[in-house]
């Protein structure tokens, strides 16, 4: 997989070089060596060009390399997406990322006490092949997860508690759970086995035109399945006892998406895959391999809001024919700025709490995206826990590092953990010797009566609160990837699942189908049965 991965970013610059070049040049050795007088010269190298470029087809100046390049937003889909354009359309085009508050996006650090601790996208899975491949690009060095006690509470008690003994934990899950847990694994191996398969693809550069299709490509039916139903039904489906699903299940949903297992059988085995061993992120802050991709992809950061995007008509040069542009204006520091571009790859949400953009003039309308997207609380506070809260009535039996959640009308809270910042980052420590700085993730700020029911006593807070991730509600209608002939939506493949990865993968399928599309390699677009094809390669 990695092998794959490291051949196919190395190979892109060839499939980089304007196709205008060679064929400018090649008619040019034509005609020099006929020495035909300049009128012959010029039919002959006419006529080549009109074989060459498809004059017929009506779209020949899409066979030019495009000038400029629009991305807007700076998270990881948009910082990712300049990379791979980069790699794709060569040195001289111009990519203007847009970002209007700081690089990184949903990858964000708060300041507590003096340190920095990761406030959104946090963990990175060991299978994450492009994440995994930027930090060594980059140069970035990476820490593995924190350890630490895990339990799940219940609004009344823990029905499940980690102890510092392997085997213990295991007779316990076995006891309670049967195979279960096992048969889990196993589950999610089967599901990432064939998610993995997008690699393959991207490194042999094909692409998709919508996030359904991409999703089809690697699971075939069975993954638009999981979208159309809910992880609950996908698991008992799969003969996994309720009660399994209802405590462990539901708690890492609600850690990881805020929601309970009625989020789509397909982010809910995303989900559980995070819940692995193996997890890791980036030393100084995830948000680090934004900064690092947008160095490296030599794009120019503009800060400012976009308003709105507008088709417009140009005349091209002496030669008179038009082109058409999307003009972007967005509102810099003290006026409107507007830029025309070629290509247009939207990588924000399109919800009007997020991302307020107006398209204008566009003949059909752009449609009104009004997927819902979830909120979430991260609270951070250094204090001491009051574990009698938790059913302890002698708090120095308490070790657990990480309280999960069942659903439980009474909760405030879906979890809450010990974290380490950043820096510099350590193994966590019991949580009694001392206050902690604790990460709590709830669906509503909690007000100061909840949080004396959580402490002791406590100092410093810091409150981020997001709209993090889609309200999933399956049967998932993805948004489309292809907003018009040369505008993409990378955010689409949120639907399936939101995660750092997600993102990496939606964005170098743009870049490639972006890139496809221009040059007109429909060869390269949507071919079916491309895991059977790529068997037989090498």
């Not at 550069?205 to 992880?231: C, K, P, R, V, W």
């Not at 049965?529 to 390669?537: G, N, P, Q, V, W």
């Amino acid at each position: 997989g990695g092998g794959a991965q490291d051949r196919g970013a190395a190979g892109l610059s060839f499939a980089s070089v304007p196709r205008s070049v060679s064929l400018s040049s090649a008619a040019a050795a034509a005609s020099s060596t006929m020495r035909v007088p300049f009128a012959g010269s010029a039919r002959l190298l006419l006529l080549l060009a009109s074989m060459c470029r498809g004059l017929s087809s009506g779209s020949q100046e899409l066979r030019y390399p495009p000038e400029r390049i629009a991305v807007i937003g700076a998270g990881i889909g948009g910082t990712s997406a300049a990379y791979f354009l980069r790699q794709k359309f060569g040195k001289d085009v111009v990519i203007d990322v847009f970002e209007r508050g700081a690089v990184g996006g949903r990858l964000a650090t708060v300041d507590v006490e003096g340190k920095d601790y990761e406030a959104g996208g946090s963990v990175i899975h060991p299978l994450n092949l492009h994440m995994k491949h930027f930090v060594k690009e980059l140069g970035l060095p990476v820490s593995k997860g924190q350890g630490g006690l895990m339990g799940i509470y219940n609004g009344d008690e823990f029905v499940f508690e980690e102890s510092g003994w392997y085997i213990w934990n295991f007779v316990k899950l076995l006891w309670r759970y049967g195979l279960s847990p096992l048969r889990m694994y196993m589950w999610v191996e089967e599901v990432l086995d064939k998610f993995m398969r997008i690699y393959r693809y991207q490194a042999h550069d094909y692409a998709f035109s919508s996030s359904e299709g991409l999703l089809h490509a690697l699971g075939g039916a069975e993954f638009l399945q999981m979208l159309n139903q809910t992880i609950d039904e996908s698991l008992q489906k799969s003969g996994f006892s309720q009660k399994f699903i209802n405590e462990m299940v539901t708690s890492v949903m609600r850690v990881n998406y805020g929601q309970g297992t009625s989020i789509n059988g397909f982010v809910g085995a995303v989900s559980l895959a995070g819940a692995d061993s193996g997890l890791w992120s980036v030393e100084g802050g995830n948000k680090l391999v934004c900064t690092g991709l947008l160095y490296a992809s030599k794009a120019q950061l503009i800060p400012g809001t976009v308003i709105s995007i507008e088709e417009k008509t140009r005349q091209r040069g002496r030669s008179g024919g038009t082109v058409k542009l999307y003009e972007v204006t967005y509102n810099s520091t003290s006026e409107l700025v507007r830029h025309a571009y070629d290509i247009v790859l939207i990588a924000t949400p399109l919800n009007r709490k997020i991302a307020n953009i107006t398209f204008l003039n566009f003949k059909p309308p752009i449609p009104e995206i009004s997927n819902p997207y979830h909120q979430t609380v991260t609270t951070f506070v250094h204090g001491h826990i009051n574990a009698s809260f938790f059913g302890y009535q002698d708090s120095s039996y308490f070790h657990l590092n990480g309280i999960f959640t069942m659903e439980n009308p009474k909760l405030f809270i879906n979890s809450m953990g010990t974290v380490s910042p950043v820096k510099d980052r350590k193994d966590v420590s019991n949580p009694l010797l001392g206050p902690q700085v604790w990460k709590i993730f709830s669906s509503q700020p909690l007000t100061k009566e909840q949080m004396n029911l959580l402490f002791l006593s406590y100092d410093t807070t810091r409150v981020k609160t997001w709209l993090a991730y889609p309200h999933y509600s399956p049967p998932e209608k993805f948004p489309p990837l292809i907003l018009h002939s040369r505008m993409y939506y990378i955010n689409s493949i949120e639907w399936a699942a939101s995660a750092m990865e997600m993102s990496a993968i939606s964005a170098k399928n743009a870049a490639l189908l972006a890139y496809h599309r221009w040059y007109e390699n429909t060869d390269m677009i949507d071919q079916e049965d491309l895991h059977e094809r790529l068997k037989t390669e090498l």
